[in-house]
């Protein structure tokens, strides 16, 4: 039976959207490392949702990437975890999203010798506000023959599913970066290390980037950053 444990990061969370995160989390995985970038510490309501759930207090924002190592660091070293599953605050997984980032796992490590060491395992995006998936993601990566999974070069960082063979091998986050191009870092340096990221098209993640889009001149459409990122 493997041990799962969620690093979640946190930075002046909507605290009911983070329950609701965490209330599905609770359920898909055995515990939960909450390692919190605010300056004020991680609400009793959160904390008492369960005996599952740790914090770590970093006091100020540290960025994503060293918040997220401060976590696979806890998660493996001391939680004794099989896997990590990094999960943002805003980002809400499927009811089977877990179960299913595991099959894909389990049912590609008898392949290890054809098609590399499983890194990573990752779900499809869909915006949890308008329910779209994310087609152009969609679109991307590699078949991998006789599955219905595909290889990919990078993918996001929540909802990615990371083993400890990985761990051992990689470490952690670029602790160097601060929010953009950690997810793909990560991925670019488990593939020189001779490991593949996977994508399971039926794993999904409610996840929300933004304030959504724009038209410009009334034909370019273009992503709209949160005024916090």
């Known amino acids: ?22 209330e599905s989390l609770l359920l898909q995985t055995d515990s939960i490392v909450i390692c919190n970038n605010s300056s004020g510490s991680v609400s009793d309501e959160i904390l008492s949702l369960s005996e599952r759930i740790f914090a770590i207090e970093f006091g100020t924002n540290i960025g994503i990437a060293a918040a997220q190592s401060a976590g696979m660091q806890k998660a493996f070293e001391h939680l004794n975890a099989d896997f990590v599953l990094q999960m943002d605050q805003d980002s809400i997984p ?17 392949m290890e010798t054809k098609i590399g060491s499983i890194g990573l ?21 590699t078949n991998i023959p006789n599955t219905s999974y595909k290889e990919i070069a990078y993918t996001l960082s929540s909802g990615s599913l990371i083993s400890k063979q990985a761990y051992d091998v990689v470490g952690g986050m670029d602790d160097n970066l601060f929010i953009d191009a950690v997810d793909y870092e990560y991925c670019w340096r488990l593939k020189a290390n001779g490991f593949i990221c996977v994508r399971n098209d039926l794993a999904m993640i409610g996840h929300r980037l933004g304030d959504g889009r724009m038209k410009i001149l009334s034909f370019l459409s273009v ?7």
């Open 121 to 141: 395992v990752g779900p499809l995006d869909y915006d949890r506000i308008t329910l779209q998936k994310n087609d152009k993601r969609a679109r991307q990566g």
């Open 1 to 22: 039976m493997y041990k799962i444990v969620t690093v979640l990061v946190t930075y002046n969370p909507d605290v009911v959207v983070l329950k609701k995160n965490i």
């Open 223 to 229: 992503g709209v950053p949160s005024p916090l990122r």
């Open 94 to 110: 499927n009811s089977n999203m877990v179960s299913l980032l595991l099959e894909t796992y389990n049912n590609l490590k008898p």
